[in-house]
Every structure is written in structure tokens, then in C-alpha cells.
């Protein structure tokens, strides 16, 4: 196990390229910092720019890498300069501006769609969203029969086919292309956090203390298993989709077989609360945000 960091400053996300050569995390000053997997030593930060004030509660918790740009939570910045840089370092540090996206709503949540390399965003307090390309570029409207909280973010299958919202005790589906809702699934604690998996046919939720598995065609609840006693507070598919990972506000990290639901192995990597679980795109390393100012990455072969 590798640590990155001795900040005091907790991270809040954390993601790698899409080479897999560098970790990128984000702390509560806005600060984007690439970490360089082959020597586990810093190599750039970046201040992104309009950083919106209303990320500082809840910390942001999303972090996705598209191609050269950073999807976090409410909008999209172009980290190609960034790219370009590490690949050629110069003394002039490069800047990483803020893509608008045309036609926007004004806050709302900046969702990846993985396979197409475009991001969906739905209103937090409206039904008002759309697609877009990564260069701004908007694809097409969406309106969706629901309100999207803040503090509970959505998330969309990689294909961008699926959206699931969190609604207290309830996720509900629905299909992006024609905006009908597909089912409502029943929770019996209030749910924090869902992710879909890398093929978009199952999706795994979170309540306080347990993790949920769902089947997303036919709707139907595949397992329900006790994850943690003190609160999940990360959740995240191994690229393969066979393996779940957790993380709780204890600092501990534990991995369960997608089929079986069996446990196969925990962590406590002693860096405080996990605020962001990722796996790399070959599945070989995971990396874990946490709130003592560390980053843990370790092998799991």
C-alpha cells in the first residue's frame, strides 16, 4: 500500500486518467492534483477556476475523468493543458478553464456517460436537464418527471440509457431517451449513494449500513447484505463488474463478490473517513480519498 499526501486538508474526490498513469484528487480548496503512479510523488496542481461555492457542504464526493476533461459534480473543466503539461513540464504552469455548457440550468448535477464521452446534467430543483458534448455542445433537452435533490446526486449508466434518483427511502429509474419512469425501488433506510455497473445491467445502492444490488431490466432486488456499522460512505463497481467496494466513515474499505454478495476482503487504510473510492480502468489498483490528507493505493492482485 502507497500513501500520496500529507495535507492537513481532507480530499474529496479522486480519479485516474484514463491511461491509468496518474491519480487526480480534489480537496476543499479547489485545488486538481495529478499524482504521478509510476514514482507516487506530486506532480502538478491546478487552482480550477469559478469554483461554485455551493460544493463546501455537502465536499464533493464526484470526480470523473472523460477523455481531457474533469466532470465534478456541477460542471466541466478542460484538463488537457494539464495532460499536455505533465507529458512536456515547462516552467509556465498551465490553466484549466471551466467548459460551459450551452444552454444550461444554472446549478444542477454534471453526470458521466462513460461509453459515449459526452455528460448528462439534471436541475436540482427542476426537471430541466440535457446531454452534451464534451466541448459544451448541447446534444439535446431532457425533462424528467422528478425533482433531482442536491445533496443526494443521481447517477446515470455508462451508456447513458438509465438514470437513477434518490429520493429519501426510494430509487427511482427511468429510461434518458424517453424520460419514462421504470420502477421505483424500495429501501428501508434512506439511501446515499448508487452507482450502476460498468455494463449498466445491475446497480448497487447504499443505506446507512447495508448495500443493496438490483437487477436493472426487471427491476428486482438480486441481494441486500450488512456492509458496515458505522455509515457507507463511498460505493463504487470494479470495472469487470464481479466485485463491489465500500467505504465507511471509519476508514474502512471492504469488497464483496457482485454474484455471491460474499465478502472477500476488507482494508483499513488508516487515512480517516473515505471520501472517494476508484478503481483504475485495468481493475488492478483502488484508490481511496480520505480525510486526514491522504491518499491510499493499493494493489489487489
Not at 85 to 91: F, H, K, Q, T, Y
Request: aromatic share 10%; net charge positive; hydrophobic share 40%.
Amino acid at each position: 500500500m502507497k500513501y500520496l499526501g500529507t495535507l492537513k486538508l481532507s480530499y474529496s474526490a479522486v480519479a485516474y486518467t484514463g491511461d491509468g498513469r496518474y491519480i487526480v484528487s480534489l480537496n476543499s480548496r479547489r485545488f486538481l492534483r495529478f499524482w504521478d503512479l509510476s514514482t507516487f510523488e506530486l506532480a502538478l496542481t491546478v487552482t480550477l477556476p469559478d469554483f461554485p461555492r455551493t460544493w463546501r457542504y455537502p465536499p464533493v464526493t464526484t470526480l470523473a475523468i472523460l477523455d481531457r476533461r474533469a466532470v465534478l459534480a456541477e460542471a466541466v473543466w478542460d484538463i488537457g493543458p494539464a495532460l499536455d503539461w505533465l507529458a512536456r513540464p515547462s516552467e509556465d504552469k498551465p490553466a484549466c478553464p471551466r467548459v460551459m455548457l450551452q444552454d444550461a440550468p444554472q446549478r444542477g448535477h454534471v453526470l458521466p456517460l462513460h461509453r459515449r464521452g459526452q455528460v448528462m446534467m439534471t436541475g436540482p430543483v427542476n426537471t430541466d436537464g440535457g446531454i452534451w458534448n464534451l466541448d459544451g455542445t448541447c446534444v439535446r433537452s431532457l425533462r424528467l418527471p422528478t425533482v433531482v435533490y442536491h445533496y443526494h446526486p443521481p447517477v446515470v449508466s455508462p451508456d447513458g440509457g438509465f438514470l437513477a434518483v434518490l429520493n429519501y427511502k426510494t430509487v427511482s429509474l427511468y429510461e434518458v431517451g424517453t424520460g419514462n419512469a421504470l420502477a421505483k425501488l424500495p429501501h428501508t433506510d434512506a439511501v446515499g449513494f448508487a452507482c450502476f455497473a460498468p455494463d449498466g445491467k445491475r446497480l448497487a445502492t447504499a443505506t446507512t449500513r447495508n448495500v443493496w444490488l438490483w437487477d436493472v431490466e426487471n427491476h428486482e432486488q438480486l441481494a441486500r447484505f450488512p456492509a458496515f456499522g458505522k455509515g457507507i460512505h463511498c460505493l463504487a463497481y470494479h470495472p469487470n463488474g464481479r466485485q463491489v467496494a465500500a467505504a465507511d466513515r471509519a476508514g474502512e474499505v471492504r469488497f464483496w463478490d457482485a454474484e455471491t454478495a460474499r465478502e472477500q476482503s476488507r482494508f483499513a487504510p488508516n487515512i480517516g473517513c473515505i471520501q472517494g473510492l476508484a478503481f483504475s480502468p485495468d481493475g488492478m489498483t483502488i484508490a481511496a480519498a480520505g480525510q486526514k490528507g491522504k491518499i491510499a493505493v493499493w494493489d489487489l492482485e
